[in-house]
């Protein structure tokens, strides 16, 4: 039950940290796309690290 729990602890803050690093990177590239553009790269992205975090 403790390693679960440390696991989740883990994940959590493996998924925070990746959202911040995504969040922090959106403002850059807003500048250099179209906005349509940044979103699907933004919104892809988030979904590829998201299914990265749960498969591992």
Do not use: F, G, H
């Not at 995504?22 to 979904?47: C, E, F, G, H």
């Amino acid at each position: 039950m403790l390693t679960l729990a440390r696991l989740l602890e883990r994940t959590c803050s493996d998924i925070i940290v990746r959202l911040a690093a995504v969040i922090a990177v959106y403002p850059k590239r807003s500048m250099d796309q179209p906005q349509s553009a940044l979103n699907r790269t933004w919104v892809s992205s988030l979904l590829v690290e998201m299914t990265w975090v749960l498969a591992w």
